[in-house]
């Protein structure tokens, strides 16, 4: 059992890939935003990769923990400390029941991953125990953590002292630029060549109004190809209508004009096209990145970004431990 | 337009968007509920989920199981063994929603739309009414009301219908909001396209709104005995109508809620026929309003 004596901005019980399978009730997976160092969280503490663990985001928690155990630290960097203790990331560690661990803003990154040798083992909803609190689904009583809450936790079987090898861990941008791959689709083709070119080559700024729904971005206008505006009345006037339809994790949402990457928490459906949609390898990247930060989008084909998640998903693996 | 061969998009590594056409109809609808059916019943290898909508049906896959172009194929030909939508006979329920229109819980939301984001929206259901010909809110109320909906999907946030207009003398459309709305209040009805949507929760959205009820449409708590099945109160193929009430008779309506003594008035007997809708909409003149 471990007590929460801060919460932090939003730190939240998630696991992986989270709440499957419910898409067409409305239900979101939510899940860990950095999947790539989520899992390997779990792997260091010996947890199968996608048990629940807490996703820190901006600022870190305060945790007292009622017993011992063996904890993993990875994502961004909280300075976290242990009794005043500085913990390492990337690497396993015992803690001893009565102890106290402290993490602060985030620096190098956006949210911090806490793994815990036997996982969270709160009640799972529809199938998972992953946190979708703006709908109070998930987690501990369906929110994220507050002051009070006692996580309870499984039983492991954690080592500590175990470390992830330097090039297995996701490279987290500091220079706040990062390169997110795209692929094109499913509804490319309601933007001109002109709007497709500007997507691909602009700077697009991250707007401090995102959170674990979508992740809106701000940059040049969009233009249009003549299928978006010579089109039946009840896909809606402007442009970025189409009849509602679902939407991917993941797509570009272009809302009027404004584009919203539909992310973890994000809806299934709506009435506004998706001209691109970010690959499930790439989401780490958004996860890590924060407002303010410029992104620039690279197209790959589908064919690249499979290959991407089955990489990924051979690095989230004991292989990666030394 | 009804395409000859649905056409096939992908959304990044795990997603095909499946498109029947680009018009909303029901036909399409029960082609997009069919195909999903048809997916479930077949068990294909490597299809994690789907997601029907209006003249759509978004797929789930895991590459590991199942390439792009092998799914394509195994979806085309399942939509080419679907029988005649004329056949379909189903079971549909009838859900009646006390709705106070032009009420004063979206209009304070659109208010702040207004004061923040942007200063030209006209009032929602005074502009809906302009679109789409009526001489204003009174009437937008009736033709609004003046038809039974069709829950086409559930979508966009738990338990959500998106739904459509049986009666085509009630059809109307209407543009998305630009930017969306960061706010809407709970319960409330508005639409978008031809879409017609209640928010289940308060959430963002970009429909315009000019209506609200005070009955909850999903409870994951379970409170009333309608969610016994399921946290969501809709089904695909259910039926909604809007009954226009006062605010008075909403907080009562509220009240009961509140104190878990609500009665939801739905509707269990009744079997929805394709083939008999079909023939009473060529009944009508599609050009009349109420």
């Known amino acids: 059992m471990i007590e929460v004596l801060k919460p932090g901005l939003e730190t939240s019980v998630q696991d992986f890939p989270g709440r499957i399978g419910f898409w067409n009730q409305g239900f979101p997976p939510s899940g860990p935003m950095d999947s790539w160092s989520f899992r390997l969280a779990n792997v260091l503490v010996g947890n199968e990769p996608g048990a629940a663990g807490l996703e820190a985001q901006y600022i870190g928690p305060t945790l007292k923990f009622q017993r011992d155990a063996v904890i993993a630290l990875t994502g961004a960097d909280m300075g976290a400390k242990l009794d005043g203790m500085p913990v390492p990331l990337w690497r396993s560690v015992a803690v001893a029941a009565g102890q106290v661990l402290v993490l602060g803003p985030a620096r190098g990154g956006t949210r911090c991953y806490i793994a815990i040798a036997g996982g969270i083992a709160t009640e799972p909803w529809l199938g998972s125990r992953s946190t979708f609190h703006q709908a109070g689904v998930g987690g501990i009583e369906g929110s994220a953590l507050k002051v009070g809450h006692v996580i309870p936790v499984g039983t492991g079987h954690g080592v500590a002292g175990r470390e992830v090898k330097e090039n297995a861990r996701p490279p987290i941008r500091t220079d706040k630029r990062w390169d997110i791959e795209v692929c094109a689709g499913p509804n490319d083709d309601w933007i001109d060549a002109a709007g497709q070119a500007r997507f691909l080559s602009a700077d697009w700024k991250l707007s401090a109004k995102s959170n674990r729904t979508g992740f809106r971005l701000e940059g040049p206008e969009w233009t249009f190809a003549e299928k978006a505006t010579n089109k039946p009345p009840e896909h809606g006037s402007l442009p970025s209508n189409i009849i509602d339809h679902g939407y991917p994790l993941g797509a570009i949402n272009l809302a009027g004009q404004t584009p919203i990457i539909l992310v973890n928490d994000g809806p299934s459906m709506g009435g506004f096209i998706n001209p691109y949609t970010v690959p499930s390898a790439a989401f780490w990247k958004l996860g890590q990145s924060k407002p303010g930060d410029i992104y620039n989008f690279k197209q790959i084909s589908v064919d690249e970004a499979q290959a991407m998640v089955r990489a990924m998903k051979a690095i989230c693996t004991e292989a990666s431990i030394v | ?90 079971p549909s329920r009838l859900f009646y929603f006390p709705t106070v229109y032009c009420d004063p819980w979206t209009r304070a939301a659109i208010q702040d739309y207004t004061l923040k984001i942007n200063p030209d929206k006209e009032y929602d259901p005074a502009f809906v009414a302009r679109l789409n010909g009526l001489s204003g809110p009174e009437q937008l109320v009736r033709v609004h009301s003046g038809t039974e909906y069709w829950v086409a999907a559930l979508g966009f946030w738990p338990g959500l219908p998106f739904m459509m207009a049986l009666d085509p003398r009630s059809v109307i459309t209407a543009p998305k909001y630009n930017p969306p709305r960061t706010w809407t209040p709970q319960g409330t009805v508005g639409m978008g396209g031809a879409s017609t949507a209640i928010y289940p929760v308060a959430t963002p959205g970009g429909y315009q709104i000019f209506g609200r009820i005070p009955v909850p449409i999903w409870d994951p708590k379970r409170r009333f005995p309608v969610f016994e099945d399921s946290i969501c109160l809709f089904r695909p193929g259910d039926r909604v109508k809007f009954v226009p009430v006062s605010v008075a008779e909403f907080e009562d309506a509220e009240r009961q809620v509140a104190d878990g003594t609500y009665e939801y008035n739905v509707v269990g007997y009744q079997k929805f026929s394709v083939a008999q809708y079909k023939s009473w909409v060529a009944s009508l003149d599609r050009t009349k309003r109420f």
């Not at chain 2, 048809?38 to 989920?49: L, Q, Y």
């Not at chain 2, 896959?61 to 189903?90: C, N, Q």
């Open chain 2, 1 to 90: 337009m009804i395409y000859d061969e649905p056409r096939t998009m992908p959304g990044g590594d795990r997603y095909m968007l499946l498109e029947f056409g680009n018009e909303m109809n029901l036909e399409l609808n029960f082609l997009a509920q069919g195909l999903a059916a048809a997916i479930a019943a077949h068990r294909i290898k490597g299809v994690v989920e789907t997601a029907p909508c209006f003249a759509s049906l978004l797929v789930h896959y895991e590459p590991e199981d199942i390439s792009f172009a092998d799914l394509k194929a195994e979806l085309l030909r399942l939509v080419a063994s679907l029988g005649p939508s004329d056949d379909i006979e189903l």
